[in-house]
């Protein structure tokens, strides 16, 4: 049995946070154990022992969060143990009741429900909680991501504000990571931890094209004709502003999708293709659109699958409006 005290004029009695664990195993032999436990700041270190079984001085009858790491003599760690909370006590059988100190003792609830993947547009790691409740009330939220060798903060939320969490940096996509949520009072009242969450980094959506700015003082209509596996293209390209255009370039993009879409030959502008997109340059006779004046050009090509159709019509670089 610990020894049983009170605090140095604070009228808190001491009590003892303990636990045991199963022996480790190492090549060259385990030399000791640490034990970390807690704090609000985070984990830090509490007590070591060659022992299986360990624990530190606290406040009787308050909870403490502990795990454990096995260590050798080269300085090796090992991964940490599990979470576990327990009560300081007076020994197997308490003698007394702790007498309530003054002030806030009372810790706020286990953060539940943790959510992988509650922000799908994130790239990296999100998940997201049930909010957790206090006589008084929640003030933050501390999440704790395993590591190879214990528990480290990795992000605060305020406890108003959203529990969707998001982290990035230092993240592998594809790999999976262990998280906790502790919930804390303005006393300094830590919750229990937390069930663990195992949560994927992922790739995140893709960022949304913006919307192309239309040029209207170009018009194109764009008519397709099929017949077995070629398509034949009739485009009309009209100067609907008030000057004259000297020279233009047409370019006609099909989805990623249609890659199946080769140009086979075409009239009235020079054709040539890249990707999915066939670009058509002007002739010397028609290389000048009058204001009010329009031309036309087409082309045919080969392809398989469904018959596709162009996403983007564009003369100079400028997507051009469609009738």
Request: charged share 15%; net charge neutral; aromatic share 8%.
């Amino acid at each position: 049995m610990a020894p049983v005290g009170k605090g140095a004029g604070s009228g808190v009695e001491t009590g003892y946070a303990s636990i045991c664990w199963d022996a480790s195993s190492d090549d060259t032999g385990v030399v000791g154990y640490d034990i970390y436990r807690l704090d609000v700041g985070g984990f830090v270190h509490a007590a070591s022992t060659t022992s299986t079984v360990g624990g530190f001085s606290g406040e009787l009858g308050r909870l403490y969060t502990m795990y454990v790491v096995a260590k050798d003599a080269a300085g090796h760690v090992s991964p940490p143990s599990r979470l576990i909370t327990v009560a300081a006590t007076l020994g197997m059988s308490p003698t007394s009741t702790p007498t309530p100190t003054p002030g806030d003792r009372e810790p706020p609830s286990q953060p539940a429900g943790l959510r992988d993947a509650c922000l799908m547009d994130y790239e990296g790691v999100t998940f997201c909680w049930q909010r957790s409740t206090d006589n008084v009330a929640v003030t933050a939220y501390d999440v704790y991501r395993e590591t190879a060798t214990g528990f480290v903060k990795v992000g605060t939320l305020d406890g108003a504000g959203s529990t969707n969490f998001m982290e990035r940096q230092g993240l592998v996509i594809g790999q999976r990571y262990t998280y906790v949520v502790v919930a804390r009072d303005a006393a300094g009242n830590l919750s229990v931890p937390s069930e663990p969450l195992s949560a994927l980094a992922r790739e995140g959506l893709p960022s949304p094209s913006p919307t192309p700015t239309i040029d209207p003082t170009c018009v194109v209509s764009y008519r397709a004709a099929t017949w077995g596996s070629r398509v034949n293209a009739e485009i009309t390209v009209r100067n609907a502003g008030t000057t004259a255009i000297d020279g233009w370039t047409l370019t006609v993009g099909y989805p990623a999708a249609a890659s199946s879409v080769r140009l086979v030959s075409g009239w009235s502008a020079d054709w040539t293709q890249s990707g999915t997109e066939l670009t058509g340059v002007s002739k010397r006779w028609n290389k000048v659109l009058h204001a009010g004046s329009a031309t036309q050009v087409g082309f045919t090509a080969s392809y398989s699958g469904s018959v596709p159709a162009p996403v983007t019509l564009r003369l100079n670089g400028r997507t051009c409006a469609t009738p």
